[in-house]
């Protein structure tokens, strides 16, 4: 037997494409997480920190390099790559399009009830934004680089993650020695957000 056969190398779980049964699981999740701070219970942390990571794993594991179509589909027949299928059968990127509009809709029914800044609405649409803002962030550079000519200078990229270090070290460091409330809440809340920025930027 091959070192790979009857895997999900080979065999994707339930025979579905790859990527579906971690796109249910997140869609699960995210039901769950949004349900409950929509009908005002109180989401054990667990759900939202697992949520948090599933969409970072979701999002980062789904990236590829982009070829071109024809050579592509040579990759395909030669065995190469495997012939690309999307989550569940949906079209292209209805799993992150879901997710996405799960959170819009939430934001946009917690305002119309008058409770977008209740806590746990802040916190958890508030870490989402500042990742999407690093998503979008990327993607937009991305795109403005291939239209480039020259290389982008790297000076500008290691003053943003100098910035970030520096910002997360000090609040780290008031964290750690036990001092964290001579911070402004606000500065805790920047440097968090700043860190996952720069985890969706990258």
């Known amino acids: 037997m091959a070192e790979y056969e009857g895997s999900p190398k080979t065999w994707p779980p339930l025979g579905l494409p790859v990527g579906s049964v971690r796109a249910l699981l997140t869609l699960m999740v995210v039901g769950v997480v949004v349900s409950g701070i929509a009908l005002r219970r109180e989401v054990n942390s667990l ?63 917690l305002h119309n009830e008058g409770r977008l800044f209740e806590p746990q609405a802040v916190a958890l649409l508030g870490t989402l934004a500042a990742y999407a803002a690093g998503l979008v962030w990327r993607g937009f550079f991305g795109w403005m680089n291939r239209k480039r000519t020259t290389p982008p200078s790297g000076y500008w990229g290691d003053l943003r993650a100098l910035a970030i270090l520096l910002i997360l070290a000090v609040d780290a460091g008031f964290e750690v020695y036990g001092h964290s409330e001579l911070l402004p809440h606000e500065f805790h809340q920047v440097a968090m957000g700043l860190m996952l920025f720069y985890f969706g930027s990258r």
Request: charged fraction near 20%; hydrophobic fraction near 50%.
């Open 47 to 109: 759900w939202i920190e697992t949520l948090l990571i599933a969409l970072a794993h979701y999002y980062t594991s789904r990236r590829f390099v982009a070829l071109p179509p024809d050579i592509r589909k040579r990759l395909e027949n030669e065995g190469v790559l495997d012939k690309e299928q999307n989550p569940l059968f949906l079209p292209k990127h209805s799993i992150r399009f879901i997710i996405l509009a799960a959170f819009i809709g939430l934001g946009v029914y």
